[in-house]
């Protein structure tokens, strides 16, 4: 069966500025193109699904044409004259999949000779590797499948590079079986995690400019209203049918145009690829008179903030129901800063429920029972890559309808006022609550729990028997919990570009609790700091080691990969965003920190670091894949690697990609 339908970016009005004639203009959120197991048969050129049997629930394999192409597009009104995108589009198709399904992409690149420089690759053939490019899968716990002599690999490898007039199928089955105690859950086994995810090209030194081009979509494991759950199961079905889910792609981009927003009807613009963070700087204009944009001292550089592709739009929640907004950072480098704020009182912000953070429900540090109501907070720091679902009430009785604003605050990235990057204030939709009946008492909204199956791990995966018997030649070897070590991981500011050290770290003591700064590198263990590029004989990471002076690189053992204490540590001058493939982590506790020997008073915990005003949220553990990491500041994360599905080579990195593409990326190797 076939399931996409058109994106409709090409067909939406004009946008007015943030005024009251505005809150009945501005158009509806734009629907997203959508390719899904669970939409009615049909067939078309974007994708197609075949059911393994005629049974609802039997796996589906869904089959994604992604071509990459150099081109114009049309946001907010502008046609923009060429952007390297997909399928001729600033969006890629919705994906809904659920676990036990084959994600099958068949990527094209159709690239043409770029018109604009993107930025550097690494290596030889700089011209050339402006037309190539690759796919990641973001968030997803799935295998790598990495390449061979003769193979590209075909699961989420980010080594992959596919040049102009090449293609490769890609092959990502979805997991039914993790590990429970990847998410410190009780023995047995979960399927994927059910929630928000995106696929975005991964390129690196030119991704940050492919990304805000429009090469990157949503993908969603399970149902979109599937967080939506209730004390029990009558609760849940009255929830979700009285619930309204809407999508909402967050992305910037930076053009040229003679047009200013307000008149943007098929208007000729320029894109510049290299993202000026300062270009709002200085101006004078309020966030109530940015209505999805922003510009300087030059008028026609303008600076749209859309959503869906779109400038300031309305979401509509109908009386009597309520929303769930599924939100996605997939801008290059922009931090939003998310709060809902009553129109005519702006300074008061409206708290909202939260049932996931990058893809997965947060669980109870118990691990048993049923799942408790959900957390509310105030404002949500969504950095690069970060996702969440956030549910917005209008089930009580209001005889007036309520106009809110969801805007992005604003952010200053540097330790201090002279250092890091200035992320405007911007209004990014307007969010009508019709006038509503009721009821008086509503329904409490439950954090989705998820179902352990009583089944024990492969034996081949957690028994010392199996682990490799000789550690492969390029491999720094892994953590000894018995000696309280963990690993840290160093961002470093250079010259001419960032860079990575790695070590692992142990107490003077095997006894007492002791300072980060009084642990020492346990020897042949630091690497760098040195960028990506330092990894790299002939363009690919030298796994071996094999070249002259070529570093040995992380690698972590699924025999010792549960409970590992990492520690990110940026004595640079701005804020980052951590990032790892092919799994979650979470913040440590005081008790994980002890265990490794570090003196929980020397260091600040913050289990809801992207929320302001958390309630709710002190029994949780609040999963993640991206995390900010403040100027002069340390995190300390627990991350387990258990499942098979980790094995392999991936990266982790630095999710503002302007900081990847200057080398803060490193690559780590997971073994059994």
């Given at each position: 069966m076939v399931v996409f339908r058109p994106l409709c970016l090409f067909l939406c009005i004009d946008v007015f500025a943030f005024t009251a004639a505005a809150a009945q203009t501005s158009p509806p959120v734009p629907?997203?193109?959508?390719?899904?197991?669970?939409?009615?048969?049909?067939?078309?050129?974007?994708?197609?699904?075949?059911?393994?049997?005629?049974?609802?629930?039997?796996?589906?394999?869904?089959?994604?044409?992604?071509?990459?192409?150099?081109?114009?597009?049309v946001v907010a009104g502008y046609k923009i004259a060429e952007t390297q995108n997909y399928n001729g589009a600033y969006i890629g198709p919705l994906v809904e999949l659920r676990p036990g399904d084959l994600f099958k992409v068949r990527f094209l690149n159709a690239l043409a000779p770029a018109g604009v420089r993107l930025g550097h690759h690494h290596g030889a053939g700089q011209a050339a590797a402006q037309d190539s490019t690759n796919l990641h899968t973001h968030g997803l716990i799935v295998p790598a499948n990495n390449g061979t002599a003769t193979s590209k690999g075909d699961g989420d490898n980010v080594f992959a590079l596919i040049g102009r007039g090449q293609s490769l199928d890609y092959n990502i089955k979805i997991p039914t079986a993790l590990p429970a105690t990847i998410l410190d859950l009780p023995a047995g086994i979960i399927p994927h995690p059910s929630g928000l995810y995106w696929y975005h090209a991964h390129l690196h030194g030119i991704s940050a400019a492919q990304l805000s081009g429009g090469m990157s979509g949503l993908l969603s494991i399970g149902r979109a209203d599937q967080n939506v759950v209730g004390p029990d199961d009558s609760a849940t079905a009255a929830l979700r049918a009285s619930i309204?889910?809407?999508?909402?792609?967050?992305?910037?981009?930076?053009?040229?145009?003679?047009?200013?927003?307000?008149?943007a009807n098929g208007s000729p613009a320029l894109w510049t690829p290299f993202a000026d963070p300062a270009l709002c700087s200085g101006s004078t204009v309020a966030a109530a008179d940015r209505p999805g944009f922003c510009?300087?001292?030059?008028?026609?550089?303008?600076?749209?903030?859309?959503?869906n592709g779109e400038r300031f739009p309305t979401v509509a929640v109908h009386s009597?129901?309520?929303?769930?907004?599924?939100?996605?950072?997939?801008?290059?480098?922009?931090?939003?800063?998310?709060s809902l704020f009553e129109r005519d009182a702006p300074g008061v912000r409206l708290p909202f429920e939260l049932l996931s953070v990058d893809g997965v429900v947060p669980t109870t540090k118990s691990g048993a029972g049923?799942?408790?109501?959900?957390?509310?907070?105030?404002?949500?720091?969504?950095?690069?890559?970060?996702?969440?679902?956030?549910?917005?009430?209008?089930?009580?009785?209001?005889?007036?309808?309520?106009?809110?604003?969801?805007?992005?605050?604003?952010?200053?990235?540097?330790?201090?006022?002279?250092?890091g990057d200035d992320w405007p204030e911007v209004n990014l939709a307007q969010v009508e609550l019709e006038p509503s009946a009721g009821p008086a008492v509503a329904s409490s909204v439950n954090l989705a729990k998820q179902?352990?199956?009583?089944?024990?791990?492969?034996?081949?995966?957690?028994?010392?028997?199996?682990?490799?018997?000789?550690?492969?030649?390029?491999?720094?070897?892994?953590?000894d919990v018995s000696k309280r070590e963990h690993r840290r991981i160093t961002f470093s500011q250079q010259a001419s570009n960032w860079a990575i050290r790695t070590q692992i770290v142990h107490p003077p003591d095997l006894v007492g609790l002791f300072t980060p700064q009084q642990f020492q590198a346990s020897d042949g263990t630091s690497v760098g700091p040195i960028p990506f590029e330092r990894y790299l004989k002939d363009d690919v990471v030298d796994w071996d080691a094999t070249s002259l002076g070529a570093p040995k690189h992380v690698c972590v053992s699924l025999r010792t990969g549960h409970g590992q204490l990492w520690e990110i540590f940026n004595p640079t001058a701005e804020l980052h965003n951590f990032h790892i493939h092919q799994s979650k982590f979470r913040m440590?506790?005081?008790?994980?920190?002890?265990?490794?020997?570090?003196?929980?008073?020397?260091?600040?915990?913050?289990?809801?670091?992207?929320?302001?005003?958390?309630?709710?949220?002190?029994?949780?553990?609040?999963?993640?894949?991206?995390?900010?990491?403040?100027?002069?500041?340390?995190?300390?994360?627990?991350?387990?690697?258990?499942?098979?599905?980790?094995?392999?080579?991936?990266?982790?990195?630095?999710?503002?990609?302007?900081?990847?593409?200057?080398?803060?990326?490193?690559?780590?190797?997971?073994?059994?």
């Open positions: 629907q997203l193109g959508t390719c899904s197991v669970f939409l009615p048969n049909g067939r078309n050129g974007f994708c197609s699904v075949e059911l393994s049997s005629p049974a609802p629930d039997a796996p589906a394999t869904l089959t994604l044409n992604l071509t990459a192409t150099a081109g114009p597009i309204d889910v809407a999508h909402l792609l967050l992305r910037d981009i930076q053009i040229t145009s003679t047009t200013s927003p307000d008149k510009t300087g001292s030059d008028s026609q550089k303008i600076w749209l903030f859309t959503v009597g129901k309520n929303q769930l907004l599924r939100i996605a950072n997939t801008s290059a480098s922009v931090s939003y800063v998310l049923a799942g408790p109501i959900a957390p509310t907070a105030e404002s949500l720091l969504l950095m690069p890559a970060g996702r969440a679902e956030i549910y917005i009430r209008n089930d009580q009785p209001s005889a007036n309808a309520r106009h809110l604003v969801l805007r992005t605050e604003g952010l200053h990235t540097g330790g201090d006022a002279s250092s179902l352990v199956q009583a089944e024990s791990q492969p034996k081949k995966l957690n028994d010392p028997a199996v682990a490799l018997a000789v550690l492969p030649p390029g491999c720094i070897r892994d953590i440590a506790t005081p008790d994980d920190l002890r265990r490794y020997g570090v003196d929980p008073q020397s260091v600040v915990t913050n289990s809801t670091i992207k929320l302001a005003n958390a309630k709710g949220a002190d029994d949780l553990y609040i999963w993640h894949d991206t995390i900010p990491v403040q100027a002069n500041k340390r995190e300390f994360i627990i991350i387990n690697f258990e499942a098979e599905e980790q094995l392999g080579r991936f990266v982790f990195h630095c999710h503002i990609l302007e900081h990847e593409d200057e080398g803060l990326m490193a690559p780590v190797e997971v073994i059994p």
